[in-house]
C-alpha cells in the first residue's frame, strides 16, 4: 500500500509515497444510497483507483491482527476468479493492481484472464501490475524449478512490474540465480530487501553495490523488539519536516484524505472486499453495502481513507501535522502515530 523506490534507507526517510489522489467531488453527499441509479453506482466505484488482489491465504506481509480479522471466513478462502473478474470489470479507474500468492501458478491464469477482460471491454489499459513473489519461491534445491518459472513466462508481461521480496538468511547463489533469470526476460523488477535490524542493511548495502541494482526497497518490519531500528530510520525529527519542501497543494490534500489510503482496497480470494484488513467488516459486489462503504469512507471520514494527523493523538495539536508525512501503514502496524521526534 503506498510503496516508493528508495536508494539509501538513511536519506530518505520516512517512506513517502508519490501520489496523485484527487479529493473527492461533492456529488457523493447528495445521493440516495437506498435508490442508486447505474450511473450513481458507477461514480462511487471511480474513487477506487489501487486493489490489493490475494489470490490465496497466504498473507506473509500481514500483521498477526490482519491475518486474524481474514481468518474468520476460513483458513482456505477458494479462489472465485469469476467474481473477482466481475468486480473488477467494475472498477474504471483502476490504475494499480497488487497481486498477492505463494502459488506462481496462479499469477498468468488470473492477470492473463483480466488484461484480456480490460481489452475486450478497452478500459484500464494503462492498468500497472504488481506481481508479489519471494526470491526463493522460483527455485527447488537451488535450481531454477521449470514450472514456476515457466508460469512466470506465461504471464502477458505488458505493464507488470515484480516486486521481489528479499529477507536474511539471504543464499547468494540463490539470489544470483533469480537475478540473472529476471535480467534475460527483461521485466522490470522491484527488488524489496527486508530489514528486521542494523546489519540486515550492510547486508543488502553489499548486495546492491555488487548487482548494481537501481530499482528496491527498503522496508523495515517490526518485529517488537527493533524499535531502535525504526527511531534511527523511520522517525522523522524537525529538521525532516521543515526540508521536506511540501507543496500547498499537497498540504490541502493531507487535510482532507490519506494519499496512502485513499481509493484502495483489499480484494481476499472469495471476492470479499476490504477498506481496511485490520478490521472485519466486508462488503459485496452484488449488493449494495460495495457502494455504502465507499460513501462512508468519504462522507463520515472514519476510515482510512480519510484518516488524516488531525484526528489521532498525539498529532491532532502538532504544528506540523500536515506537513508530516500523511500516516501510513508503520503507524498502523506499531499503533502509534507519532513516528517523530519532536516533541
Known amino acids: 500500500m503506498g510503496d516508493v523506490i528508495v536508494r539509501n534507507i538513511n536519506s530518505i526517510k520516512p517512506f513517502i509515497p508519490r501520489n496523485n489522489t484527487k479529493i473527492s467531488d461533492s456529488i457523493i453527499e447528495s445521493l440516495q444510497l437506498d435508490n442508486l441509479r447505474e450511473s450513481e453506482k458507477g461514480h462511487l466505484l471511480q474513487h477506487i ?149 542494523e546489519k540486515d542493511i550492510e547486508l543488502f548495502d553489499m548486495l546492491i553495490s555488487e548487482y548494481n541494482l537501481e530499482n528496491y526497497e527498503i522496508k523495515p518490519v517490526y518485529t517488537g523488539i527493533n524499535l531502535t531500528l525504526f527511531k534511527d530510520n523511520v522517525f522523522v525529527n ?30 481476499l480470494p472469495n471476492g470479499k472486499i476490504s477498506f481496511d484488513l485490520q478490521k472485519s467488516n466486508y462488503t459485496e459486489i452484488f449488493d449494495n453495502s460495495l457502494y455504502k462503504q465507499i460513501y462512508n469512507e468519504i462522507t463520515e471520514g472514519e476510515g482510512l481513507w480519510k484518516l488524516t494527523r488531525d484526528k489521532v493523538e498525539p498529532c491532532k495539536t502538532c504544528m506540523y501535522k500536515f506537513l508530516c508525512p500523511p500516516i501510513s501503514e508503520y503507524e498502523l502496524k506499531l499503533k502509534s502515530f507519532n513516528l517523530c521526534t519532536y516533541n
Do not use: W
Open 49 to 197: 483507483t489501487q486493489v490489493d488482489l490475494y489470490l490465496d491465504t497466504i498473507f506473509n506481509h500481514l500483521s498477526n491482527n490482519e491475518k486474524k480479522q481474514i481468518s474468520i471466513y476460513g483458513n482456505n478462502l477458494e479462489l472465485n476468479t469469476s467474481k473477482i473478474l466481475y468486480l473488477l470489470e467494475k472498477l474504471l479507474k483502476i490504475k494499480e493492481i497488487f497481486l498477492f500468492s505463494n502459488d506462481l501458478l496462479l499469477y498468468p491464469k488470473v492477470i492473463n484472464e483480466i488484461k484480456a477482460m480490460y481489452k475486450i471491454y478497452e478500459i484500464n489499459e494503462e492498468c500497472v501490475y504488481f506481481i508479489h513473489l519471494n526470491y526463493t519461491q522460483i527455485l527447488t534445491n537451488n535450481t531454477l524449478d521449470k514450472i514456476k518459472s515457466e508460469s512466470i513466462i506465461d504471464i502477458n508481461s505488458d505493464n507488470c512490474i515484480f516486486k521481489i521480496t528479499i529477507n536474511v538468511p539471504l543464499i547468494n547463489e540463490q539470489f544470483e540465480i533469480v537475478f540473472d533469470f529476471f535480467i534475460q526476460l527483461s521485466i522490470p523488477v522491484i527488488y524489496i530487501f527486508i530489514v528486521e535490524q
Open 238 to 267: 524537525e529538521k525532516d519536516i521543515m526540508s521536506s519542501q511540501v507543496s500547498a497543494k499537497e498540504i490541502s490534500i493531507r487535510k482532507e484524505i490519506n494519499p496512502n489510503f485513499f481509493g484502495k482496497i483489499a480484494i
